[in-house]
């Protein structure tokens, strides 16, 4: 299986809420597993044109702990800045495009993931 599946890691951002996530919290599973992928080399590749699927490295946990303000119920900023990721990533690159999207994966263990993308509107070919 590793020579087979392998995962492509986007480079685009930067630490804490890119390439970063708690390591020592009840989210801490989000943050080891962006750690355990970024520093392993099992299963990731650097040539975009190898890889079956494709890691959206961010951290929901981290962009709620910089982005949400306590008790302002307004996750509007954390939304957005997902979906000005995803439209460098669909700007620069072809893989986006290719697929809508349908081979990008990430990984959040936050409860608030499914509020953040059940409000992002999506279009054929990256994000409004």
Known sequence: MEKLFKIYIYKEGDPPMFHDGPCKSIYSSEGRFIHELEKGK????????E??????PFSVVMLVQYLYVPGSHEIDAIGNTVVDYINVIADKYP???RSLGADHF????HDWVSDLFFQVPFSP????
Do not use: E, G, M, R
């Open 95 to 97: 893989f986006w495009n």
């Open 106 to 109: 990430i990984l959040s263990c």
């Open 42 to 49: 099992s299963f990731t590749t650097t040539d975009p044109d």
């Open 51 to 56: 890889a079956l699927v494709y890691f959206l």
């Open 125 to 128: 070919h990256k994000l409004q």
